[in-house]
């Protein structure tokens, strides 16, 4: 491996994300994570830690983000992303898992630079929704629901 492909430019050692995310509905809306300062919004979760399951990392997540138990069911989407973000290259691996809460449960963030939202089809399509392949998937399900189909499972990149 060349040292440009190993290291960043800021000399940081590069390495693959694994991030844990969830889908969770209400009715014909979806709750997303949005990054307060930057405005982009995403499905809740984050990375998964060492030694945990991704479904273990999701649910964790949700408690310390949101302070809900929620279960974690079926795999439903994964998808490769690599960007640029704050001057550095980034290279993430995204899986999706629905995610059953308590209704009714209020959406109210417990760390001070996100916010959780309820998100029909009309505004995830208005919103800069992260990653791309997640934002196209999200419209694809929407889509699917209007017209009786069933949503299918979908691996998604980037890259070629």
């Known amino acids: ?15 693959i994300e694994v991030i844990s995310r969830g889908l969770v509905r209400d009715g014909g809306r979806v709750l997303v994570c949005r990054a307060v300062k930057a405005g982009y ?7 998964v830690e060492f030694g945990e399951s991704a479904a273990e990392g999701l649910a964790r997540e949700f408690v310390e983000e949101l302070g ?18 704050g001057g550095c290259d980034r290279h993430e ?5 629905h ?3 308590t209704p009714g449960a209020e959406a109210r963030s417990l760390e001070t630079k996100i916010a959780f939202e309820w998100m029909d089809a009309a505004a995830l399509v208005a919103s800069d ?7 196209d998937w999200l419209a694809e399900i929407f889509s699917r629901e209007a017209s009786d189909q069933v949503a299918i499972f979908r691996w998604a990149s980037d890259g070629s």
Not at 41 to 47: E, F, K, N, R, S
Request: aromatic share 8%.
């Open 1 to 15: 491996m060349s040292a440009s492909a190993e290291h960043g430019e800021a000399g940081g050692r590069r390495e």
């Open 41 to 47: 919004v995403y499905l809740p979760g984050g990375h």
């Open 99 to 101: 995610v059953e809460h």
């Open 129 to 135: 929704v992260r990653p791309p392949a997640v934002a």
């Open 93 to 97: 691996l995204n899986l999706v898992f």
């Open 68 to 85: 809900w138990e929620v279960r974690v069911g079926e795999l439903i989407m994964a998808s490769e992303a690599r960007f640029r973000q």
